[in-house]
């Protein structure tokens, strides 16, 4: 439990390694560690500067937050708390930060931009402070990496997912939005495979090979798919249409079927490693399978 007496907005963040919680509120983020319960170190921002997002580190170590002063900071724990890294500065805000699975690429990646205009993704190296890469994306931007670090998929509301290298920033391959006529719900990280969902029927996603857009399994529901995400690996796909199912992908078999009594699923997150699935439903409760 953690004190939430202002009522203010708090996202939430458990580590790759399971052992610590991060909690960011607009003024502050707090570590802590989950076995004591206790707060480890406590991350303020001086004078009215705010904290727009905070992440961890895949080994747990660091996290990279990200300032409303255009900047995102790295940061590591030591004995005397939290020591600043590095610092990269921006020429516009910066809306989102995250490290690259690839612990040796000591990689973060950025995305800024004024409110509605065209974004800038950009690759920083942690260990020698310098800018590796940028290019343009659209407005609103996503980016996920594969589980090696090796591919970045941005994705966005309205533009076509593209692959890119990591390492580079090259563009690797671009994934229709609308496949066959159909909607486009989910993109594995490694962008080798693609969800999607008839519009003349919603209970049937099929997933597909993005390269070949070969048809490799239709995974039947009951109900119409509201969500539907791929796991780290790209082995996994979790669909929601009121109950949560876990799918294989290459089969399209069902592994399994997940329920809570009194309310409907409405999404769901792998975490790190796929091995567990975050569930959010329509109670307001959250579950961990």
Not at 219 to 231: G, M
Request: overall charge positive; some cysteine.
């Amino acid at each position: 439990a953690f004190d939430n007496s202002k009522q203010d907005e708090v996202r939430v963040k458990i580590s790759p390694d399971g052992e610590k919680l991060l909690t960011r509120h607009k003024d502050r983020v707090r570590v802590w560690d989950i076995p004591s319960r206790r707060v480890r170190f406590t991350l303020a921002p001086p004078g009215v500067t705010q904290i727009v997002s905070a992440e961890f580190s895949p080994d747990s170590r660091c996290i990279v937050a990200v300032f409303t002063d255009r900047t995102a900071s790295v940061w590591q724990a030591d004995s005397r708390g939290l020591l600043r890294l590095r610092t990269f500065r921006h020429d516009a805000p910066v809306i989102s930060a995250k490290f690259s699975p690839d612990a040796r690429s000591q990689s973060v990646v950025t995305v800024s931009g004024e409110h509605m205009d065209e974004k800038v993704v950009r690759s920083f190296s942690v260990r020698h402070g310098r800018e590796r890469f940028n290019f343009s994306a659209p407005v609103f931007p996503s980016v996920e990496f594969s589980p090696d670090g090796r591919r970045m998929l941005i994705t966005a509301r309205v533009h076509n997912p593209v692959v890119r290298d990591a390492y580079t920033g090259k563009e690797l391959l671009e994934i229709p939005n609308t496949m066959y006529g159909q909607n486009l719900r989910a993109v594995s990280t490694d962008g080798q495979h693609v969800l999607t969902v008839p519009r003349n029927n919603g209970t049937a996603a099929h997933v597909w090979n993005a390269t070949t857009r070969e048809d490799i399994a239709v995974l039947a529901h009951p109900h119409p798919v509201t969500f539907a995400r791929f796991s780290p690996d790209g082995q996994w796909v979790v669909t929601t249409d009121g109950t949560l199912r876990v799918w294989d992908t290459s089969s399209g078999n069902v592994s399994k079927e997940l329920r809570h009594e009194g309310t409907k699923v409405k999404s769901a997150e792998f975490s790190w490693q796929g091995s567990r699935v975050l569930t959010t439903f329509e109670n307001g409760s959250l579950c961990v399978w």
